[in-house]
């Protein structure tokens, strides 16, 4: 599967204040997906792990594509000499653009809005809206608590049991390629979610 994907969207934060783990993490994931041939497909910002990953990927010869807003343009500092730059007007319009731009999402440890596009094509895979996977980088467990969150919704039925599967989690950037290589389209019925009870 990994080398029919061509283009992957990497949610992460824009905070540059975070653990050097976090950071040397990014930069590792960037050299690969780089090295592989993949496009990077991310927020459009310079800072933190978002600058880090484009960085990354431009300087082990990757292609790497940007969606900003205009807001968010002087706030986060918009990174050039990217493959491609995009500016939208709204949110909705870049998390749109980038999920219509990728054919996976690998999920790195982020804040609100990392937290946000994660449930969001996650949601839209239960929903039967998408079959590209969703990897989930745990790296130094930053998302064991969101983990253990989506079990607690199982076991209460707030949630199927099998929806579990649509997250891949993987702890090293170094899995990331594997886990697209090993990824298999969901066999639930998407209509079993209203039959929870």
Not at 8 to 19: A, G, I, N, Q, T
Request: charged fraction near 20%.
């Amino acid at each position: 599967m990994s080398h029919n994907i061509k283009s992957l969207c990497v949610y992460c934060s824009s905070s540059s204040k975070v653990d050097p783990i976090y950071k040397k993490a990014t930069i590792e994931l960037g050299t690969i997906l780089a090295k592989a041939g993949k496009t990077v497909v991310y927020g459009g910002a310079k800072s933190g792990l978002m600058g880090l990953i484009a960085s990354s990927a431009l300087e082990a010869g990757g292609k790497v594509v940007g969606v900003i807003t205009k807001y968010l343009q002087n706030l986060e500092a918009e990174h050039t000499g990217l493959t491609e730059s995009y500016l939208v007007d709204t949110m909705h319009e870049r998390k749109a653009m980038m999920v219509e731009r990728s054919e996976a999402f690998v999920v790195l440890p982020g804040s609100l809005g990392t937290l946000e596009e994660l449930v969001e094509v996650a949601t839209w895979r239960q929903l039967g809206l998408h079959q590209k996977p969703i990897i989930l980088l745990n790296i130094n467990h930053y998302w064991d608590p969101f983990l253990e969150m989506i079990n607690k919704m199982a076991d209460e039925h707030f949630m199927l049991e099998a929806h579990k599967t649509i997250f891949q989690v993987v702890e090293s950037p170094h899995e990331v390629l594997e886990a697209l290589n090993n990824f298999h389209p969901d066999t639930f019925d998407v209509r079993s979610k209203w039959d929870i009870l």
